[in-house]
């Protein structure tokens, strides 16, 4: 009964979130947890665990409903891709055994003209902190054929707060 009614809490947490954000978010791996507050009050965040990454302008439309929100989102597993535009997200944490993959715009592993390249490149980059951001651009956007990885502890050390 006791793990029947945390699967009961897990998914009404996720259908909040999702209802919150405007759509369901775009990848079943993520897991919504509630945290609680002081005074018993849950408090939904989205959390983490395997998010491949996606279309650009769906996550950029998401994190931007999170920022107007104050929704928290906490980083705990895998986050590839499109998925690490939450690190733009001042209501984070990231798990220190986070694993995040960075590689440069495309359209499904091909290259995008000049123009459209820069614009999602410079979209991306606006959702990264210094010295992220700069690296992005100078180096991990230039990688569409595979991605770069960093930990979670790396970010961490760049002055990302750790759950």
């Not at 980083?75 to 690190?87: D, I, P, V």
């Not at 495309?106 to 690296?135: C, D, T, V």
């Not at 651009?137 to 990688?143: P, S, W």
Request: proline share 6%; glycine share 8%.
């Amino acid at each position: 009964m006791r793990a029947l009614r945390a699967r009961i809490r897990a998914v009404a947490a996720l259908l909040c979130i999702a209802w919150s954000v405007g759509a369901v978010p775009p990848h079943f791996a993520r897991q919504a947890e509630a945290q609680m507050r002081p005074g018993g009050a849950a408090r939904p965040a989205l959390v983490v665990r395997s998010d491949p990454g996606g279309v650009l302008a769906v996550r950029d439309r998401e994190v931007q409903r999170l920022r107007a929100s104050g929704g928290r989102v906490e980083l705990r597993g895998t986050c590839n891709s499109a998925c690490t535009m939450y690190l733009g997200l001042d209501n984070i944490c990231i798990d220190r055994r986070a694993s995040f993959g960075f590689h440069g715009p495309s359209s499904h592993g091909r290259p995008l003209p000049a123009s459209e390249f820069e614009r999602w490149s410079q979209i991306m980059a606006r959702n990264y902190r210094e010295p992220l951001k700069r690296w992005f651009l100078d180096t991990a956007r230039h990688r569409i054929d595979r991605q770069i990885h960093l930990s979670g502890a790396e970010l961490i050390r760049l002055g990302y707060p750790e759950c």
